[in-house]
């Protein structure tokens, strides 16, 4: 399936217009060649009133309904074979005018993005967890988690391959072990893919957590069918602890069981290797067997 041309705005609940106090809420997208527009929304707001006084959620939950609404009349339309004949905005930016005309209320938009993709359904998770998943979750915490480093760094071009789609969550046991991997796929043997932040305040936690990963893959060494492991590395941002970080990827390299260090500047190589290993072992279909889908 060739690429279809997208662009895309994160939408922002700005608390104090003076101060200008804000956090992403969701995305919208637009593909205008296939008459496409899609949103999501963060259905909580806990993040909302745990970051700003007096939040109104009453308020907040009836201008979420009324942008789902206006969004879901534009797909009813489009949908339609007649709704071919109406115009479609030029952009982003522009369907967003005509739903949130006033950009001075507390709910705004960003400046348009724009993108290429097979599925702008992927295009629009990833989006959506780039710019609300993964920024809620460091707003937590001083540091990237786990599930930080994969939203922000490894998922988008694991989507965009179709190599996401095949892992699975599966439980492995040994004798010594009984692990649950979220990101599994199989063809002769089971494969995890894990991803691993480093990004630590502290330095110590660095070691502990290298060192945590070999005793579980030490523990897994015995496992039958076990191919290999990736592990998708999170650098520390803070520069003191790149030689810490230098240690724990030597700690990693005693892994007993095959293994793959993967650098977040791989990711989106690593992506397209994996997929190109998926499809030549039949886990995910190949490029011509898609091409008319």
Partial sequence: MSRVA???CALRYVHDIATGESLNIGVVLLAPQLHYV?????PTYRRLSEAFVEFDGDQHRKVVRRFHAA???LQKLWANPMGKMFDVPVDAQALMRQIWADQGLSYQYSAVLSGLARSPEIALQDA?????VSKSQRAKVETRSDD???NSVYKGPLRQTRAASALKPITLKTNAIELKCEYTFKNERIHIVQPMTFDYAREESISAKAAKWLGNAT???GHE???TMYLLLGKPQMQKHLAAYHRAKNMLDRIPI???LVEEEEAEKFAEDLSQFMREHGVIASESDTSDI
């Fill in 6 to 8: 997208y662009t895309y």
């Fill in 38 to 42: 899609g949103v999501i929304i963060d």
């Fill in 71 to 73: 969004i879901k009349h």
């Fill in 128 to 132: 959506y967890d780039r710019m609300v």
């Fill in 148 to 150: 930080d480093v994969w």
């Fill in 219 to 221: 523990a897994l060494a």
């Fill in 225 to 227: 069918e076990l191919g």
């Fill in 258 to 260: 095959d293994h793959v």
